[in-house]
């Protein structure tokens, strides 16, 4: 089949968030067709030039969603080309769009749910009805998205003095909420840049039927939620064809933690708005929604998300580059942790490895390493790597290093020969700014330089390092520098670093934040966060039991083995793929360059005889049959099936348990 994949700030891109999975995915679903529609997010990553694509990948269209002066057609980027001004029907029009939509951003969210999970008054097969409680937001939007198919384009009229005016009424109407009520003239413009930019989409030339648009394509697919689904509503609604939205860091969730200080309290209201009716739209629309984790189903959940559309699809990740680390563990465990087994996880919007940023995830990587020698053969260096300590990531306020030096210093009152290592994402350790001269004076303080003797040189516990230096030329070799990989963050995502120590077979210790417990299912200590007595004691109780410490370290890698590799990510989405055309089929005459009909262009699925009756017709586009509602619809598709919603419940063998009298027992999940 033709799949369209819609990505924002990613794929095909060699930077950004989600070009890792996508890339696995397109080469690992290697019988289909792939069409790329990318929405870049700077000049530099545009400059970074593309990854290598293979054959599948049919055609690529790009579009930027970073430039300030967008104007439709041209050279790709919105530049060189004139958009046509509108006249004065053609900007009655615009407004009578676009003030439903700015109406329903300013106003609270009308309240009530159906059992299901969604806003009341949606259908089943994902299209809105009259009463679909969104304040006339999905309204207003189609309608933003047709002007723009028929005049070519929205920018101009976006940015315009009438748009301003409509924001002005909006926020000041009764029923707006109180944050926007004291919005002025600054604001109104600089939210409608914004805007502008979010919309930008609509915009594109994206939108036929003919070979290069969206309207051919069998399934659109969108990495993420935002901007990047937004081609794929517009596909859904004028031309039928099926929305999958993946998102392994919820979109929403991202923009509530990026808005900081440089905008004003009534642009932000004004944004979230926008951005919360933006991601229940496309949670309605979509045919199913696969969040990376149970942590981004609950806010899915929470913005409407039809319970019965959602399939939990943990990332896939590498494991043969974590195989020699993992794998020689037996050979390791002369040490007091078995050799040790250390790594975590940090942020919610990176990753700490050589090109591991895997996801969308939305979430960097911490971890907590040790050893000073990494992997080495035995004795006193085995020993030595068992008693350090590693942590993995990028350094910035969220991953809490403060707390981590802290509770290092409990640790060395009671265990004098443990040390500390920092590792710092590639390229990264160098721009952490403030926060990172922060974290080295205090381990300065807190730590002085040690020495054996009058006549060695000192040495500090704690260091700070960088993948790639030295020490560490390799991701796994961080992790295998240590016996125990800590986590420390107050803020996290998936964390990727943790599924990393898991594949090197290292014990954590953790912080109870974003999807930590899901992913550790019992392999592992986790303490609250922001309590650097917890964490030291957890990290204790581990130093000093080195065979709970190597059992616990084969578990998370035996666990990371079956739910966390690529192997499984593929397998589900190949599965959800022949689903969504088997209830969705585009049933389209598809021939050759002489015009005669080629054979076994369309999948076997389109030819399944007999219908999927609506309940609803939608008189507003093409009606297709909805999907298939099956019983277990919310848990995770392929090798994690048997897991369900409730990973958390993951078993703990006996052996991992903490004895009663242990200060790490109230740590323990």
Same mark, same amino acid.
């Given at each position: ?117 969604? *806003? ?17 937001? &999905?309204?207003? $939007? ?34 707006? #909420? ?32 003919? =070979? ?29 064809? *099926? ?19 440089? $905008? ?33 189903? #609950?806010?899915? =959940? !929470? ?5 019965? !559309? ?69 004795? &006193? ?61 205090? &381990? ?117 083995? =079956? ?7 593929? &397998?589900?989405? #190949? ?14 005459? +598809? ?35 909805? *999907? ?24 703990? +063998? ?10 790490? !027992?109230?740590?323990?999940?």
């Amino acid at each position: 089949m033709r799949i369209g994949l819609l990505t924002e700030s990613g794929y095909p891109y060699a930077t950004g968030e989600s070009r890792l999975w996508c890339d696995r995915l397109v080469r690992g679903l290697d019988q289909h067709d792939f069409d790329v529609y990318a929405l870049s997010g700077s000049a530099r990553q545009e400059a970074g030039g593309w990854v290598s694509l293979p054959p599948q990948v049919g055609r690529v269209r790009t579009a930027p969603l970073w430039t300030p002066d967008f104007r439709p057609g041209g050279d790709g980027r919105g530049q060189g080309a004139r958009e046509r001004a509108y006249g004065r029907r053609e900007r009655r029009r615009f407004l009578e769009c676009f003030e439903p939509l700015a109406a329903a951003v300013c106003t609270e969210e009308a309240g009530g749910t159906t059992a299901a999970g969604r *806003p009341g008054g949606d259908h089943e097969d994902g299209r809105d009805g009259a009463d679909s409680g969104d304040g006339g937001f &999905a309204d207003g $939007l189609y309608a933003l998205a047709g002007l723009a198919r028929e005049r070519g384009g929205l920018p101009a009229a976006l940015r315009s003095e009438h748009t301003v005016r409509v924001l002005e009424s909006a926020c000041r109407a009764p029923g707006a #909420r109180r944050a926007v009520r004291s919005a002025g003239v600054a604001d109104y413009l600089l939210f409608a840049d914004q805007l502008e930019r979010a919309l930008r989409p609509l915009s594109l030339d994206w939108y036929d039927d003919e =070979e290069d648009g969206l309207g051919a394509v069998d399934l659109c697919h969108a990495a993420s939620g935002g901007s990047a689904a937004l081609p794929g509503l517009v596909a859904k609604r004028f031309f039928g064809v *099926p929305l999958l939205v993946t998102e392994y860091g919820v979109q929403l969730r991202a923009h509530y933690l990026a808005s900081g200080g440089a $905008l004003s309290a009534p642009v932000r209201a004004l944004l979230a708005g926008f951005h919360r009716r933006l991601a229940a739209e496309i949670y309605r629309r979509a045919s199913v929604i696969t969040p990376g984790n149970t942590h981004a189903r #609950r806010w899915q =959940e !929470k913005c409407g998300a039809d319970r019965a !559309k959602l399939r939990t699809v943990y990332p896939g990740m590498e494991a043969d580059r974590f195989a020699a680390v993992g794998e020689s563990e037996p050979e390791r465990g002369s040490g007091p942790c078995g050799g040790g087994r250390a790594r975590a996880y940090g942020g919610y919007s990176g990753h700490a490895g050589h090109g591991c940023w895997d996801d969308g995830v939305s979430g960097a990587d911490d971890g907590v390493s040790g050893g000073d020698d990494g992997v080495s053969g035995g004795g &006193a260096a085995a020993e030595a790597e068992a008693q350090t300590l590693v942590w993995v990531g990028r350094i910035e306020p969220a991953k809490d290093l403060i707390a981590l030096l802290h509770a290092f210093a409990e640790i060395r009152r009671e265990e004098p020969r443990t040390r500390l290592r920092i590792f710092a994402a590639p390229g990264q350790g160098r721009h952490s700014g403030p926060y990172l001269d922060h974290c080295q004076a205090l &381990a300065a303080q807190l730590f002085p330089d040690e020495a054996a003797d009058a006549h060695a040189v000192g040495d500090n516990p704690v260091s700070f390092e960088e993948i790639g230096g030295p020490e560490a030329p390799e991701l796994a070799d961080a992790y295998a520098s240590g016996g125990i990989t800590v986590l420390s963050s107050v803020v996290e995502g998936f964390p990727i670093s943790l599924i990393e120590a898991m594949f090197c077979a290292r014990a954590t210790v953790s912080t109870d934040v974003g999807a930590v417990v899901e992913v550790i299912g019992g392999t592992g200590l986790v303490v609250p966060p922001r309590n650097p007595r917890a964490l030291a004691d957890a990290c204790l109780a581990l130093l000093r039991d080195p065979e709970r410490s190597r059992r616990l370290g084969a578990a998370a890698r035996a666990r990371a083995m =079956e739910l966390f590799t690529v192997e499984q990510n593929v &397998a589900a989405f #190949r599965e959800i793929y022949l689903e969504l055309i088997s209830h969705s089929p585009v049933r389209r005459d +598809v021939v050759d360059e002489d015009g005669e009909p080629l054979p076994f262009a369309n999948p076997v699925e389109v030819h399944v005889p007999g219908g999927w009756p609506s309940s609803h017709a939608d008189a507003h586009g093409p009606s297709r049959p909805r *999907p298939a509602r099956t019983a277990h619809a919310s848990e995770p598709t392929g090798p994690a099936a048997h897991i369900g919603a409730h990973a958390l419940a993951y078993p703990l +063998v006996d052996s991992a348990l903490p004895p009663a009298d242990s200060p790490a !027992k109230e740590a323990c999940p």
